[in-house]
């Protein structure tokens, strides 16, 4: 809820998306592991959704470096305008 709070508020709410984001992408990898790995022949369905989990928050990653690349670049612009 912090991060839907600071979201557009904060300046650095994409570091908080990202940091949550990778967080989530780490815990979907991991169960997709632990299903794959269960010692039951074959995989579940289970992995397919947690590894496309994993997959749009690593993309949700991504997206937030990017967002935090552009707040930083109309931060230097807006810096050097009021020069």
């Keep these: 809820m912090l991060g839907l709070w600071a979201n557009g508020d904060k300046h650095h709410s994409p570091t908080i998306r990202l940091v949550t984001a990778a967080v989530g992408a780490t815990v979907w990898t991991g169960l997709a592991w632990l299903l794959a790995h269960d010692g039951y022949p074959g995989w579940n369905t289970g992995v397919g ?33 009021s020069r």
């Design 49 to 81: 959704a947690y590894g496309v989990l994993a997959l749009v928050d690593a993309y949700c990653a991504f997206r937030a470096v990017w967002d935090q690349g552009t707040n930083d670049a109309r931060a230097a612009i807006l810096r050097r305008a």
